[in-house]
């Protein structure tokens, strides 16, 4: 078994052929879980999370799994929209995840209560409709975007405030892009975010599959993260602490 990205689907080749032929973990697959499972279990501190993309649903295995080890989490991209609105602040016509606002609440409090530092943009980059070359562009205080308002990125000042405090870390976990990353108008947030934890010397960065593994090849910093995963829902369930059912059908798993 060397395929990690379909290792959390209980598919015949991923599960059902364990049952009829000689089967073991893949380098690959041994390389995703030693190194995701030492940033879970094992993380030199201090230990940051660093959440972005759109919706918040997708990471909530991961932010409940990693909670009672975090020291700093950083929000951005779309689901730093509906932790705003959970704080009191309008963010204009930006997309909500209304039935998680009660989670990010919860979330916010429980990090008040653990001493987590929690990391949101002070300022945000709103365009007037979710387009690639929107008629207008500004930067807007977080706790002011204008009504109508789209908010696409974190500024530029925010990501600055985000890089310094990432490089301060032993250990980053990214999933997500903090903004409408394909749009080029829209990806320098993520950008410098991401050359702040390629370029720190010393940290241990573990980057989630999917777009934020796309994020960063686009980038060409592949080469300057320690792990990135080759898995996109593969790897928020295993770094939730779901039990992926294409590698404990392996005899070897344990």
């Not at 094992?42 to 999370?49: D, I, R």
């Not at 990010?104 to 008040?112: D, F, P, S």
């Amino acid at each position: 078994m060397d395929a990690f990205a379909v290792a959390h689907r209980a598919h015949a080749s991923t599960v059902g052929v364990t049952e009829y032929l000689p089967s073991a973990m893949g380098f690959l697959v041994e390389r995703e879980v030693t190194s995701m499972g030492r940033a879970l279990e094992s993380p030199e501190k201090p230990l940051a999370a660093l959440m972005g993309g759109a919706k918040v649903s997708d990471k909530i295995l991961l932010l409940d799994n990693i909670m009672d080890k975090l020291d700093h989490l950083f929000i951005g991209g779309g689901m730093c929209v509906t932790f705003l609105k959970a704080q009191g602040h309008g963010v204009g016509a930006s997309q909500v995840e209304e039935d998680r606002l009660e989670f990010a609440r919860e979330m916010l409090g429980e990090a008040e209560k653990r001493g987590i530092k929690v990391h949101l943009p002070s300022e945000v980059v709103v365009a007037s409709e979710f387009a690639a070359d929107p008629a207008e562009v500004q930067v807007s205080s977080a706790d002011g975007v204008p009504e109508g308002g789209i908010i696409m990125d974190i500024a530029p000042s925010a990501a600055q405030q985000f890089a310094s405090e990432l490089q301060q870390c032993r250990t980053v976990i990214w999933n997500g892009p903090m903004g409408v990353f394909e749009m080029p108008r829209f990806s320098e947030g993520t950008r410098v975010v991401a050359e702040a934890i390629a370029g720190a010397p010393g940290v241990t960065s573990v980057v989630g599959g999917g777009s934020t593994a796309e994020t960063v090849e686009a980038l060409g910093l592949m080469d300057s993260m320690t792990h990135v995963s080759t898995g996109g829902g593969a790897s928020l369930e295993f770094l939730g602490g779901i039990e992926l059912p294409g590698i404990a059908a392996l005899p070897d798993a344990d």
